[in-house]
């Protein structure tokens, strides 16, 4: 966990101290991942401390989600109340059915007509849970292909037609990693959490409980389908056995040729590769092109905030954090999809941006399939998490079947959900 703070304005800074002290509001802001998300951050506080130079940001981050969901639920717990946090939308539900999370529709009908402000229900309902709006979307995000053009072309593959199946693409990881020296063909970010599974289970059709929300439902034909795939990126890909980091190293030195992984790092890919090659972008393979859906991974400001002032302030920055032009602010320093339609909808947002950065156009030529993040029921949430990552580490490892780790899956799931079935 890292501390910062940030003082809205060197104007306040250069104000006498009485009245600084007088004038000041302090809020503290926790947000998750800023490896990916810290220059989106930064580049929007200094624009709010423009417009509100008597608030101070004390900045808490943590390296993932689900570190930052523990850490609001301890500090709940000893009173010691992040103002605002943005958390992960599969992390919301918690604070919602806790009622840590408070309902902000009606501070955004307060002022005035939101939808023409570019809040559209589609993204709305990504941070809507136990019956409140728990969040304002900050930013969403698809999984998408990254790729080494160069090495393609090496293994005899058309940089300019990607693959578009499941089987194509292992056909071609398989070329690359015969090219030798230490060349991997393709790697899938499963080592994280869920949500890169999400990616194959949706993408054959398929959903992680029965509507009723009492059983699994993923531990049929497409739970197989996805962990059979998961296996076969190993067997008939070469798929190796890496971290998350070690991927990135490996893309960044040209020494891997496909990466499947979230558009939000593509900012950051970029910057690692450099000049070292030429990177390109290409949507996820169809798994199932009438039913199949892509999970929207991503975060929402979700207000804590019980102090009057502390909360009138928290608000005025998740508004405008999830503004046109901080959404406009946050694509371009990420690669996540726009959360606000007005910075889509307005040329003057990001129109000239994507026509210049075609990197980033593979995100949003899946927002037609985007389907919200799945969040478990219940306070088991983090567990049933790991128990998905930890059983893919099998097929990975080629340990055991995916039959037999998706019976396992499906048992210690069942067990972590609240109202699960004898």
């Known amino acids: 966990m ?14 006498p101290a009485v009245v600084r002290a007088q004038g000041v509001t302090e809020i503290t802001v926790h947000y998750a991942q800023p490896v990916i998300y810290k220059e989106s951050y930064d580049a929007i506080a200094a624009e709010f401390a423009k417009r509100e130079p008597n608030i101070r940001i004390n900045w808490i981050t943590t390296p993932n989600y689900v570190e930052g969901m523990q850490l609001v639920l301890r500090q709940q717990a000893t009173n010691q109340t992040i103002d605002l946090s943005y958390q992960g939308f599969n992390r919301l539900r918690l604070f919602a059915e806790r009622g840590i999370a408070q309902d902000v529709l009606p501070l955004l009908r307060a002022e005035g007509d939101y939808a023409a402000q570019g809040y559209s229900q589609r993204m709305l309902n990504l941070a809507h849970f136990g019956g409140i709006q728990a969040g ?5 995000s698809t999984p998408v292909m990254f790729y080494n053009a160069d090495l393609v072309r090496r293994a005899g593959g058309n940089p300019d037609a990607m693959p578009t199946d499941w089987p194509g693409v292992l056909a071609l990881s398989a070329r690359i990693k015969a090219l030798g020296n230490g060349i991997e063909g393709m790697w899938y970010a499963w080592t994280q959490d869920e949500w890169m599974f999400s990616s194959l289970l949706l993408g054959h059709g398929g959903q992680y409980l029965t509507e009723d ?6 531990n049929g034909p497409e739970g197989l389908a996805s962990l059979t795939l998961l296996g076969d990126m190993v067997k008939v890909g070469g798929m190796p056995n890496l971290t998350r980091d070690a991927a990135q190293q490996a893309l960044a030195a040209g020494r891997l040729g496909m990466f499947f992984w979230t558009t939000a790092a593509i900012r950051g890919t970029q910057q690692q590769v450099g000049r070292n ?4 972008t290409a949507p996820m393979p169809v798994i199932d092109a009438a039913k199949g859906r892509l999970p929207t991974g991503g975060a929402a400001g979700m207000l804590i905030a019980k102090d009057a002032a502390k909360r009138e302030a928290a608000w005025k920055f998740l508004r405008f954090s999830s503004s046109a032009e901080s959404t406009a602010i946050m694509a371009r320093s990420s690669g996540y999809v726009p959360v606000n339609q007005l910075a ?25 399939i985007m389907a919200p993040w799945y969040a478990f029921p219940g306070s088991n949430t983090a567990r049933i998490t790991q128990v998905l990552v930890d059983q893919q580490a099998r097929i990975v490892e080629q340990t055991a079947a995916p039959d037999v780790v998706l019976a396992e899956m499906a048992r210690e799931v069942r067990r972590l959900l609240p109202r699960a079935r004898g």
């Open 136 to 140: 304002l979307a900050y930013a969403a």
């Open 2 to 15: 890292q501390r910062r703070t940030l003082l809205a304005s060197g104007a306040a800074l250069a104000a």
């Open 344 to 368: 889509v909808d307005d040329p003057r947002y990001l129109a000239d941006f994507y026509r210049a950065n075609p990197l980033f156009q593979a995100a949003t030529s899946q927002a037609n």
């Open 213 to 218: 929300e009492r059983d699994v439902a993923f």
């Open 277 to 280: 090659f030429e990177l390109r």
